[in-house]
């Protein structure tokens, strides 16, 4: 039998270890350069003046939520075909959570369906760069417009891309705040949890240390309520170290999404994800469409080979929505999708012989 190939496997270098190990014999585990410099160069990597490490995405995310001053009574719309901790990280910060549908071809959030859903309480809006893919930057428009917030759950995102009026825009600059993750699966990792939040607002940029560190200023006194969601220094130094082969990873993903592409192209029974016009996706990963997901995971399972529904339960389903009152809604394009897209092992640590078998088993599918 061949080896397991894995959906995921996180890259580690002799370059992150001594960084870690350097960072550990320092003595200094909190509050330190390594923090300081991964906030500054992270920045600068999506072009955007403020970023601070913390301790999640899901604590992005609720930082962000807080940041704009969002809480009881505000609706802040989400799509249901997304990570949980999307639409939750509202309901933490006791604000409710609207369920938008998704386009048919790009699975990100429609925008189409997200103006419908606008009211009178909408503070802001969560778009999700889906499996690494920018939202439609009719997003954009549309919450300036109606004068709300707009967050970015980049959590699948570094480094994706899409042009706007000619500009290359980085996520993490696509809205108000962007909420970065760093869960080993990620495109990058810290080496434990980690999440990055990112904003140009400077408004927004000089409340962002403040909010992860007890809402506390210079003078320890703290101004707002805030808690401690900062990173350790030892996962900041392995994240700076991690950032500094984000591209040459994302090459590598972008090369196999051609090769996967081409192989599903001789396959009627799968159809390949579409992207973006004008976007530059980062593959956190690639996921197939077909009618069998159950026939096609123990397929590729025969061929040791992992593959995933993502995600078979819509937020909106989940049983912490029972009474919401959009559980038993039908979101059309979401019902119709969230059983049969299924993830193949895309991750930048596969080998040439890994990709091709992937290659080779959605070409003979059947
Ligand atoms: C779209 C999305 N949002 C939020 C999160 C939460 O990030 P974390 O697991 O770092 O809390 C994730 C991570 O899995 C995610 O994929």
Not at 109 to 134: S, Y
Not at 329 to 343: G, M, P, Q, Y
Not at 347 to 361: M, N, P, Q, W
């Amino acid at each position: 039998m061949s080896e397991h190939i894995p959906l995921a496997r996180p890259s580690w270098t002799e370059g992150m270890r001594d960084a870690a190990m350097a960072t550990l014999d320092s003595g200094q585990w909190v509050k330190g350069p390594h923090g300081r410099a991964f906030s500054q160069e992270f920045a600068e990597y999506c072009h955007v003046s403020y970023a601070a490490p913390c301790n999640s995405g899901s604590g992005a995310l609720i930082a962000a939520l807080r940041l704009l001053d969002i809480g009881i009574g505000d609706e802040v719309i989400v799509p249901s075909m997304t990570f949980i901790a999307t639409a939750t990280s509202v309901s933490m910060v006791g604000a409710t959570p609207v369920f938008a549908d998704v386009h048919p071809d790009y699975w990100c959030i429609d925008v189409n369906d997200v103006q419908k859903r606008i009211t009178e309480k909408t503070k802001a809006v969560i778009g999700v760069h889906l499996f690494g893919q920018t939202y439609d930057p009719a997003l954009i428009e549309l919450c300036r417009k109606n004068k709300i917030g707009l967050i970015e759950d980049a959590a699948q995102a570094h480094g994706t891309s899409v042009l706007i009026g000619g500009e290359r825009r980085m996520s993490g600059s696509l809205g108000d705040i962007a909420c970065f993750s760093f869960f080993p699966s990620k495109n990058m990792a810290v080496g434990g949890e980690g999440g990055m939040i990112t904003t140009d607002h400077e408004a927004i940029g000089s409340r962002m240390r403040s909010i992860i560190n007890h809402g506390r200023d210079g003078t320890l006194q703290s101004q707002e309520v805030g808690t401690n969601m900062r990173m350790s220094e030892v996962f900041a130094a392995i994240g700076r170290k991690q950032l500094e082969h984000l591209d040459q990873w994302l090459e590598l993903r972008r090369n196999t999404a051609k090769q996967y592409a081409s192989a599903i192209d001789q396959n009627e029974l799968i159809t390949a994800p579409s992207t973006f016009p004008d976007s530059e996706h980062g593959w956190h990963q690639y996921c197939v469409k077909v009618d069998d997901a159950a026939h096609f995971i123990t397929y590729m399972s025969g061929k040791n080979i992992d593959a995933r529904v993502f995600y078979s339960t819509p937020c909106h389903q989940h049983p912490v929505y029972a009474s919401h009152p959009q559980h038993d809604a039908k979101i059309d394009v979401t019902e119709s999708i969230c059983t049969r897209l299924v993830a193949v092992p895309i991750h930048h640590g596969l080998t040439d012989k890994e990709r091709s078998r992937v290659a080779s088993a959605l070409e003979d599918y059947a």
